[in-house]
């Protein structure tokens, strides 16, 4: 397995940082999402969306150690099992599909299948102006997490409860 990029964390802005062998940088951060507590009514602690940000603006080929190193920055999240990630791919400039097939790659490339699990969601919002946009998630935690029927429930529920708030 190719050793990932060195990576640190500026405890400034809060994010993981790392640059690759065409001096692309790279930004990731952890979080804190407060919809699950929101949505139940209940204080669930330990839930975060992961920013995954290409700060370069030029093209950059395909470097296989940029999902190595946050494959890498993952484990170290999930060294606390109570730990929940959320990955929403955003389709700002139309590639949400192709970063979420990227990510499902590395989740199954990778060992964390072993210890971490992940569920899917495609969620379908209807906007005011009878359009649908389609949102790309997925939800990655421990399999020791001691939440996690609570979480599953109210991840699944997301969709219904987007769509019956207006």
């Known amino acids: 397995m190719p050793s ?8 400034g ?3 993981y940082n790392f640059t690759t062998k065409n001096s692309t940088e790279y930004k990731m951060a952890f979080i804190v999402d407060e919809k699950f507590s929101a ?6 602690n330990n839930i975060y969306q992961v920013i995954i940000e290409k700060v370069s603006d030029e093209i950059e080929k ?3 150690l940029v999902a190595e190193t946050i494959k890498n920055i993952i484990k170290v999240f999930f060294e606390n099992s109570e730990n929940v990630m959320i990955y929403i791919c955003n389709d700002f400039d139309k590639k949400a599909i192709s970063r979420f097939n990227a990510f499902e790659r590395w989740y199954w490339n ?3 299948t072993n210890y971490i699990s992940k569920i899917d969601n495609v969620i379908k919002f209807n906007l005011p102006d009878n359009q649908i946009q389609i949102i790309y998630t ?7 997490n001691a939440n996690k029927e609570t979480i599953i429930e109210i991840y699944n529920t997301i969709e219904e409860i987007l769509n019956n708030d207006k």
Do not use: A, V, W
């Open 13 to 15: 802005s809060k994010t």
């Open 39 to 44: 949505i139940s009514g209940l204080e669930i």
């Open 62 to 64: 395909f470097d296989g």
């Open 4 to 11: 990932p990029y060195n990576y640190y964390f500026d405890k």
């Open 138 to 144: 997925s939800l990655l935690f421990h399999k020791d």
């Open 110 to 112: 990778s060992d964390m």
